[in-house]
């Protein structure tokens, strides 16, 4: 599996952006989903996550109420729509693809086994 995301950019704080990931391949339905970022000098975090079977959905305390993951199976892409961005949400984007059927845990970045490239979002005050 491939996976290209886009859409970030620079926004100012308080406004919104949709991230895209699109991917290759026919088992993208069969596959949890999930987003993570990287700022500069720190680890790589958790931000959300949709569960391939329910689409049931996870995110990180920090984004929550703020960003919505959501999946089209028929485009095998998912989105991460980012609404009132602060300042530290600045960081590169990267989605993910975790294969496993059972016992998934979504927040755990070492789960995943594909990456895509990321995507800079950059938030100014």
């Known amino acids: 599996v491939q996976l290209q995301a886009s859409g970030g950019g620079l926004v100012q704080a308080g406004g919104s952006l949709r991230l895209s990931c699109a991917a290759s391949?026919?088992?993208?339905?069969?596959?949890?989903m999930g987003w993570f970022r990287q700022a500069p000098g720190k680890d790589r975090e958790f931000v959300a996550a949709?569960?391939?079977?329910?689409?049931?959905?996870y995110y990180a305390d920090s984004v929550m109420g703020r960003f919505t993951i959501s999946r089209d199976n028929a485009k095998n892409t998912v989105y991460l729509q980012m609404n009132s961005l602060k300042p530290e949400d600045a960081a590169v984007y990267y989605c993910?693809?975790?294969?496993?059927?059972?016992?998934?845990?979504?927040?755990?970045?070492?789960?995943?086994?594909?990456w895509g490239q990321g995507t800079q979002v950059t938030v100014s005050s």
């Open positions: 993910a693809a975790d294969r496993s059927r059972w016992g998934i845990r979504p927040r755990v970045d070492t789960e995943y086994d594909f």
């Open positions: 391949g026919r088992t993208f339905s069969s596959y949890t």
């Open positions: 949709i569960y391939w079977s329910d689409g049931s959905t």
